[in-house]
């Protein structure tokens, strides 16, 4: 027999009151958050409370998530990640590693028995809904002073949740910090390592890691002509349909805090020249202004 769930993450701020929930029926369903979280603790935190409540049971276990991030690092990533010590290629801290390290035990020989479905989220998804309606109604609990319900769970089920803090590292996404000072790289090829960083499907995957690079004041024209904000990129924002190469055409500093960044976007079906301002502020630097014109 194969128990199918859904499991979903909220936070209201992000990071701010956060909440999870999964949910297989009116029998069965949990839900809890923090007083201070983000979206992706609350994804992470449901499929882990769900897989800690339903690991004495027999059952297979397929789980509708509508976060890629979450399925990915479970199933793609978590691998790579142990053997480097819960470093990532770029060298960077695991984000939410705690959280990570606890679904890699639950996970330990289940890996068989457990699926894991993308679905889109808000798209009338029963059991997604659900789980969406009790991790919103958690998140919204803690904001107001109160504790969540918890709901039934699963009967005869034990749960050991880790500590968890927003990123659990203090200076993400800094890919630097850990250089000797004659290895530091000049602003400007830090500058270029960060706009790369945004091109790959583990950055895209992350919305806090995403809203760590782009600056409050966010803007971007794209190639479209349509005009971009902050918020509206990070509701949408996610893996790229295919590949992108960066060449650098050119990157100049109009200011001491300011890095003016032009390249060239190539992917099989076109080439796009695309500028970058990135300004610098206490906690590194971060994108202000992006723009693209595609090439005839």
């Given at each position: 027999m194969t128990i199918i769930a859904a499991a979903d993450g909220s936070a209201l701020g992000?990071?701010?009151?956060?909440?999870?929930?999964?949910y297989v029926d009116d029998a069965r369903w949990a839900s809890g958050g923090w007083a201070h979280g983000t979206n992706n603790m609350g994804e992470l935190m449901a499929v882990l409370d769900l897989l800690q409540q339903s690991a004495h049971l027999d059952d297979d276990l397929l789980v509708f998530c509508d976060s890629r991030y979450v399925i990915d690092a479970i199933t793609k990533w978590m691998p790579g990640w142990k053997r480097n010590g819960w470093v990532k290629k770029d060298r960077k801290p695991v984000l939410n590693v705690e959280l990570m390290k606890a679904l890699d035990e639950a996970m330990q020989g289940r890996r068989d028995r457990v699926r894991f479905e993308w679905v889109k989220g808000h798209a009338g998804h029963e059991l997604n809904e659900a789980a969406d309606r009790l991790a919103n109604a958690a998140a919204l609990a803690f904001k107001e002073g109160r504790e969540p319900e918890a709901g039934p769970g699963f009967a005869g089920s034990t749960t050991s949740h880790p500590a968890a803090a927003v990123g659990q590292v203090v200076t993400e996404p800094d890919l630097f910090s850990d250089l000797d000072e004659e290895q530091v790289p000049s602003d400007?090829?830090?500058v270029i390592a960060l706009e790369r960083a945004l091109l790959t499907d583990e950055v895209r995957s992350d919305r806090a890691s995403v809203a760590a690079l782009l600056h409050p004041q966010w803007q971007e024209v794209g190639a479209s002509g349509v005009l971009w904000e902050r918020e509206a990129l990070l509701e949408r924002i996610g893996p790229l349909p295919s590949p992108v190469t960066l060449d650098v055409l050119t990157v100049s500093k109009p200011a001491p805090d300011l890095v003016l960044l032009?390249?060239?976007a190539s992917t099989d079906e076109r080439t796009t020249l695309r500028s970058s301002l990135w300004t610098r502020g206490r906690g590194g630097w971060q994108q202000l202004f992006h723009q693209g014109t595609h090439e005839a």
């Open positions: 992000n990071p701010g009151p956060a909440g999870w929930g999964w400007e090829e830090q032009v390249w060239r």
